[in-house]
């Protein structure tokens, strides 16, 4: 479990607690609880596993060492003796906050100062030696399911209101959408610059939006905010889900912030149907399997210049457990007829670092030899009379 010393100090560095108090309505008494002692809570209970509950908050802040209660502000001294923290005092603060960071009309999309908040916040967590060592993020949604039950069929009163029904993947082999009641969490992952030094995998920016919303649109102005904040875009690796929107929605202003996307194409633009022609040019990227969470989609990605689609050839990676051929464009590599592959060290994977080549698309057709012609196979006998 992390310390709570570190998120302290993560806390302290983003300057957010301070921020969030300037902005909370000063009472006739002053609060027990501290939005500093508040966020120390929650990133406590989330450590330790624990749901996102706000009982669970109270549970982390009370189960401290005494000296850190008593410092913190979870023990006080009143005038009838020492008084604990209460779930009401807890409520009454994480209310005060959720008021002064939200929206007057809530639509499913975090207030521009609560997902300052949280950039900040994430900011603060990565350590100074790793600020500047990547500028390349890796980029996806998960889903994220609500604390509240979904509303009853027919109705829109719950607990939760912003948020809505969603689709996600399930874990069962025939890997089929099922429905859920949440969010999707969007984030973006520091990865290793091409032919860079290893960097820690760590959150950089993420973002919270209801299911009723895009999460590629949601996410693409918290991206485009950081050059603003003086950390520089580089290469941006996603997966077809955004490479198949509109280009305003994604691309073109990430483009303009100075990003190179490097993601895979959707099916519907590859194969003779798709937008690539036949002599544009891409530049096929072939990641680090190591890197990545062993989905054979992700083994190969396609960094588009100007013009999205091509015939891209998946092929199993033989060094991912479990990895077979599922579809035409993932077929088993085969040798000459007659002879086994050709290839030499077939046990072995693909190196540590990825690889990079620029393919040209060639128009030539591939014509077969005499040799490799076999007969007709015609049966000289006469055919049966037909009744």
Not at 98 to 116: C, M, N
Not at 257 to 286: C, F, N, T, W, Y
Not at 320 to 342: I, K, M, N, W, Y
Request: proline share 10%; hydrophobic share 35%.
């Amino acid at each position: 479990m992390i310390p709570l010393a570190v998120f302290e100090e993560v806390i302290d560095a983003s300057g957010t607690a301070a921020r969030i108090e300037a902005a909370l309505p000063v009472g006739v008494r002053p609060r027990q609880l501290g939005v500093r002692t508040l966020l120390a809570g929650m990133c406590l209970a989330q450590a330790d596993h624990r749901p996102a509950h706000l009982t669970r908050v109270h549970q982390a802040l009370t189960a401290l060492p005494e000296h850190d209660q008593r410092r913190l502000g979870v023990v006080a001294d009143w005038k009838n003796g020492p008084h604990t923290l209460t779930y009401r005092q807890t409520e009454y603060t994480f209310g005060l906050v959720t008021t002064a960071l939200g929206k007057d009309e809530p639509d499913g999309l975090p207030s521009a100062r609560l997902q300052g908040i949280c950039d900040d916040l994430l900011e603060a967590s990565v350590p100074e030696e790793f600020k500047d060592a990547s500028t390349s993020l890796a980029v996806d949604w998960t889903d994220l399911e609500s604390f509240s039950r979904p509303p009853p069929h027919g109705t829109s009163d719950c607990a939760d209101p912003e948020a809505s029904w969603g689709h996600r993947k399930n874990n069962l082999l025939r890997s089929e959408d099922e429905l859920y009641w949440g969010y999707y969490l969007s984030a973006g992952i520091m990865m290793p610059e091409e032919n860079g030094p290893a960097v820690p995998e760590l959150t950089r920016r993420a973002a919270l939006s209801s299911c009723r919303r895009d999460p590629v649109r949601a996410f693409a102005p918290v991206l485009t905010a950081m050059p603003g904040q003086g950390i520089p875009l580089g290469d941006i690796l996603d997966d077809s889900g955004y490479a198949h929107r509109d280009a305003g929605a994604w691309a073109i202003p990430l483009r303009a912030a100075g990003a190179q996307l490097v993601q895979d194409l959707h099916p519907h633009d590859r194969g003779p149907k798709g937008s690539m022609a036949e002599h544009d040019r891409i530049v096929v990227h072939v990641d680090d399997s190591a890197l990545r969470g062993h989905r054979l989609g992700d083994l190969v990605r396609v960094a588009c210049r100007r013009q999205p689609g091509a015939d891209v050839q998946e092929l199993p990676d033989p060094s991912l457990p479990g990895q077979v051929t599922h579809s035409p464009a993932q077929e088993r590599p085969r040798g000459r007829r007659g002879h086994p592959d050709d290839r030499r060290h077939v046990h072995q994977g693909p190196g540590r670092r990825p690889v990079s080549l620029e393919v040209l698309l060639a128009a030539d057709h591939e014509i077969p030899g005499p040799r490799d012609v076999r007969q007709a196979g015609i049966d000289p006998r006469p055919a049966r009379p037909q009744h």
